[in-house]
């Protein structure tokens, strides 16, 4: 993107000299050369010298002193969502893969990803980058190298969601559960469920793939998107033989009548997040046993049911906020240890 190309997006008139944009940046300790420095919330006390010098442009929604290369908007926040939106446009023949829910946002984007990884180059939300931040951030990377794109989306309220679905424009979402998180905010799980399905609010058609064992989301039926609800029986495959252990979990996947054995060091409870991925990266044309290596050599992200092993004693690290119902299936898995 070029400065007048920004400036006239922005709907903002100024003599600043017209170049290439490196790339926009929200941390003055990433700036390099040429990029564009967004402030958003109190980002404009670390604009120095340094920082003036390497920019090519810097937006503020604060008065400061002026500078030539420094343009005032009413929201920093909103140029985010604004820009992200332009470039999603621009690279709107790139897939798009959505994904929301309670808990397992980080876990099902982690294990999508890998599998689309055996055969794309993947563009994934880093760490739990899914906010009005987070997710304008990651579609600052799309670019003409880009196959696929896998991004998580968070909320705390109503809309939040809806805004980020209609600057990404999925064309595959994702809805993981509907749980108990932050439900000191909307009151209810009915609420919830209302807010997490604001995910298809930037799809024109496409494809929902929602958790088939969820009370609120196996009931969901929609007219201009395909509905997919996972299960150990659907169309794309079939899981038979589960055995669990503590930590361990192994199945048969059948596909088109061929069975793969898969062995995984992680818990059953993450099975829903499982059958997700493995569902998504059929649709994406993933080959079953690139599934099925992406699956046996999946480590869970950080703090999320981490097991360390001691002398004579076992760790388990779940501390990445987790819900009520997280933490329950961490103690019941704990449990199955001591027998």
Do not use: W
């Not at 909320?155 to 980020?164: A, D, K, R, V, Y």
């Not at 004579?312 to 240890?337: G, H, M, R, W």
């Amino acid at each position: 993107m070029q400065i007048d190309e920004l400036l006239n997006l922005l709907d903002i008139k100024s003599k600043i000299k017209n170049k290439k944009i490196n790339q926009f940046k929200i941390d003055t300790r990433d700036i390099n050369k040429d990029d564009v420095f967004i402030a958003i919330n109190n980002g404009y006390k670390y604009i120095d010298t340094k920082t003036l010098k390497k920019c090519s442009l810097i937006i503020v929604d604060k008065d400061i002193q002026s500078r030539e290369n420094i343009v005032k908007v009413k929201d920093t926040k909103e140029v985010l969502l604004k820009i992200a939106s332009y470039i999603r446009d621009k690279y709107q023949d790139i897939p798009l893969i959505a994904i929301t829910g309670s808990v397992g946002k980080t876990t099902t984007k982690e294990l999508i990803a890998t599998m689309l990884e055996k055969k794309y180059n993947v563009l994934k939300t880093t760490g739990n980058h899914n906010n009005n931040i987070g997710v304008p951030i990651t579609l600052f990377n799309l670019n003409d190298k880009t196959d696929i794109c896998v991004i998580e989306m968070g909320m705390n309220h109503q809309n939040e969601i809806s805004i980020l679905s209609q600057v990404a424009k999925p064309n595959i979402s994702i809805i993981t559960n509907i749980l108990s998180s932050h439900i000191g905010y909307l009151k209810s799980k009915k609420n919830i469920f209302k807010a997490k399905c604001e995910i298809i609010d930037g799809m024109s058609g496409g494809y929902l793939i929602v958790n088939g064992n969820d009370k609120y989301l196996k009931k969901v039926e929609l007219k201009h998107i395909e509905v997919i609800k996972t299960g150990l029986n659907q169309q794309l495959f079939r899981l038979i033989d589960i055995k669990e252990d503590f930590n361990s979990l192994s199945f048969k996947l059948n596909i088109n009548d061929t069975y793969y054995q898969v062995n995984l060091k992680i818990p059953k409870y993450f099975l829903d997040n499982i059958l997700i991925a493995i569902t998504t990266a059929l649709l994406c044309e993933i080959d079953p046993i690139d599934i099925v290596q992406s699956l046996e050599t999946f480590k869970l992200p950080d703090a999320r049911c981490n097991i360390i092993y001691g002398t004579n004693s076992i760790l388990v690290s779940d501390c990445y906020n987790a819900s009520y119902e997280s933490t329950i299936s961490v103690l019941e898995e704990i449990d199955k240890s001591d027998k």
